[in-house]
């Protein structure tokens, strides 16, 4: 039987120290801060990067470089048969293109798998969970990749933000809308389904803007995964900056939806940056 690694990126929401007690590897991202190179939960804690946020820090994201991404496939088939990559969306990062183009390297090929799993976050990670049990259950690293990207698209992520000021700040809205939000004291609904992120709806409240997560969830269950009852669905809560926020949201959603099996995780830092604190996030998985 060959040997199967599982490698992902720390856009997974997955830690260093995670990733051991799980048996996997985590390959750090790394971020532009004031000109400096640093990497998600190596020299960049959650902590940190929102105290650069709220400096008003120049802070841009990367992908992992091609040299430090060659050396650890080439550390991890030493010890192992192949390696099953599971990185950032395709549709949000040129990183997964770029890896799937390295691993039909001769030395590489049938060695390494590139997943292009058009997702991020707690969906990610659900999906790192997911291939842990395909490797538990022999499958083979071609297997793991065929699966996982059968059902990539079985995932919904519902995103609340605090603040336009990022999205103003990255180009994504005008100025003017950005500020017509803030007078309004709107707090917009983004959503992620595969490739894109996407306008939702739009909130007057923070309890408003709940309820519209969590309406759309349960449409979502009903209506796309046929799973109501989150039989065979991971239901996921995600947040930047307010863990206390997200414990409420938590509470509220399992009375909503009588599930207490929730993964609640940090925002990966990549979609962070992007949003800023404050958001929260109502996610689901399906799972294999």
Not at 99 to 124: H, L, P
Request: net charge negative; glycine share 6%.
């Amino acid at each position: 039987m060959s040997r199967v690694i599982i490698l992902t990126d720390s856009s997974s929401g997955i830690r260093q120290a995670e990733g051991e007690q799980l048996g996997i590897s985590v390959m750090p991202m790394p971020f532009f801060i004031n000109e400096k190179t640093l990497f998600e939960d190596i020299d960049l804690t959650q902590d940190t990067f929102y105290e650069h946020l709220s400096e008003g820090a120049d802070i841009s994201t990367s992908m992992p470089a091609v040299g430090d991404l060659t050396e650890r496939w080439d550390a991890l088939l030493e010890k192992y048969d192949e390696v099953v990559y599971i990185p950032l969306s395709s549709g949000l990062s040129s990183s997964c293109e770029t890896a799937m183009v390295m691993a039909q390297d001769e030395a590489y090929e049938g060695k390494v798998f590139v997943v292009n799993n058009q997702r991020i976050s707690v969906t990610q990670k659900q999906s790192v969970l997911d291939a842990i049990g395909l490797v538990k259950a022999g499958k083979s690293g071609q297997e793991i990749k065929d699966i996982l990207e059968q059902n990539k698209m079985e995932a919904s992520i519902y995103i609340m933000l605090d603040t336009l000021y990022y999205l103003k700040k990255g180009g994504r809205i005008t100025p003017a809308a950005a500020a017509l939000g803030t007078l309004l004291k709107l707090k917009p609904v983004l959503q992620i389904q595969g490739e894109k992120l996407d306008a939702f709806t739009k909130a007057r409240t923070f309890k408003q803007g709940k309820n519209a997560m969590m309406d759309a969830m349960e449409h979502d269950l009903v209506n796309r995964f046929h799973d109501p009852e989150c039989r065979h669905t991971q239901l996921c809560i995600a947040y930047t900056a307010n863990r206390d926020a997200a414990l409420e949201f938590k509470r509220e959603v399992v009375e909503r939806f009588h599930v207490e099996d929730i993964m609640l995780d940090p925002l990966s830092l990549n979609v962070a940056c992007h949003i800023g604190p404050g958001a929260l996030a109502l996610a689901c998985a399906k799972k294999i």
